[in-house]
């Protein structure tokens, strides 16, 4: 009986977290992070995308007609070519436009909010309006949602996301020797750290540097760019209030500020430089 004990220890002890499927996934994620890299031009920042233009751009207009079939759209021709202009403005000061096929349109709705799908199509909802105020407010949000769009966000979030999808096997796989109490905490502490030290992080950093690239583009298509912390105090106010920023997928609405406010600077240059009749 003390042998046939001995042998279920060491039996235990061999079906514990085994470690070669997590050096596997090391070695594929990172072939799979340095074949798939490019450059934003505006920031310089070095960025996980496995998807070409083409992909994008038909993922974009497909959930483009989806939600353009269940919404309404606004009939009032004024705010709709009020709408464009600002788009048009905004997307010939863009860098690298990779030949988007741009399109512009209000919904009818009490969001207060905008978006732009890969290969340039925005879309404006008519909540926002009073927030944003007037169109240089108008600008600082579709700049920001272009920008989203121009550094192909909405893509490399989805690398991010294989990526996760890929480690959560393989931690799987090395935890299936375990008790499933102990196969639960392994997945759960994974799924955590995943979630609050890589998927969230990425994601308000992706809104950091959509909030930059859309000061520049504001500046340069001769909207003023002080508008921006001005508009996000309004956000503020109607919104209501935040959850924590760690829990978050977008900063809060202080840190946004506190950032416009560090690259207004070069924000107000680029303007005085390319709309000396505004000043």
Same mark, same amino acid.
């Given at each position: ?18 470690? $070669? ?19 934003? !031009? ?16 038909? $993922?974009? =207009? ?5 939600? =353009? #079939? ?6 009032? !021709? ?10 048009? %403005? $905004? ?20 969001? +207060? ?15 926002? =309006? ?20 121009? +550094? ?6 989805? +690398?991010?996301? %294989?990526?996760? #999808? ?8 090395? +935890? ?6 102990? &196969? ?10 995943? #979630?609050?030290?890589? =998927? ?15 000061? $520049? ?31 978050? /997928?977008?900063?809060?609405?202080? /840190?946004?500020?506190?950032?416009? &406010?560090?690259?207004? !600077? ?14």
């Amino acid at each position: 009986m003390r042998r046939g004990f001995r042998m279920g220890r060491r039996g235990g002890r061999r079906g514990g977290f085994r470690w $070669l499927p997590i050096v596997l996934m090391i070695g594929y994620g990172a072939y799979y992070y340095f074949s798939n890299q490019q450059i934003n !031009p505006e920031t310089g920042r070095k960025q996980l995308v496995d998807m070409s233009v083409e992909q994008e751009m038909k $993922l974009g =207009l497909a959930s483009y007609q989806q939600i =353009l #079939q269940k919404e309404r759209i606004s009939q009032d !021709p004024r705010l709709q070519a009020q709408i464009r202009s600002i788009g048009e %403005k $905004l997307s010939r000061v863009v860098k690298d436009d990779p030949g988007y096929e741009w399109d512009y349109t209000v919904i009818e709705s009490n969001q +207060a909010n905008a978006f732009c799908l890969p290969g340039g199509k925005v879309a404006v909802y008519t909540g926002l =309006l009073p927030v944003a105020e007037n169109e240089h407010g108008l600008a600082v949000v579709m700049g920001h949602e272009i920008a989203h769009a121009m +550094a192909h966000h909405g893509a490399e979030r989805m +690398a991010h996301q %294989k990526l996760a #999808q890929v480690g959560q096997m393989a931690v799987s796989v090395a +935890a299936g020797g375990m008790d499933s109490g102990s &196969q639960q905490m392994v997945m759960s502490a994974f799924g955590l750290g995943a #979630q609050y030290g890589a =998927l969230l992080p990425f994601s308000r950093k992706h809104e950091s540097e959509a909030d930059y690239m859309g000061l $520049l583009y504001v500046a340069r298509a001769c909207y003023d760019p002080r508008e921006a912390p001005l508009l996000w105090e309004r956000m503020g106010k109607a919104s209501g209030g935040q959850p924590s920023e760690f829990q978050s /997928t977008h900063p809060s609405h202080e /840190t946004r500020i506190s950032n416009f &406010q560090k690259w207004m !600077p070069e924000a107000i240059k680029i303007y005085n430089e390319k709309c000396p009749n505004k000043i």
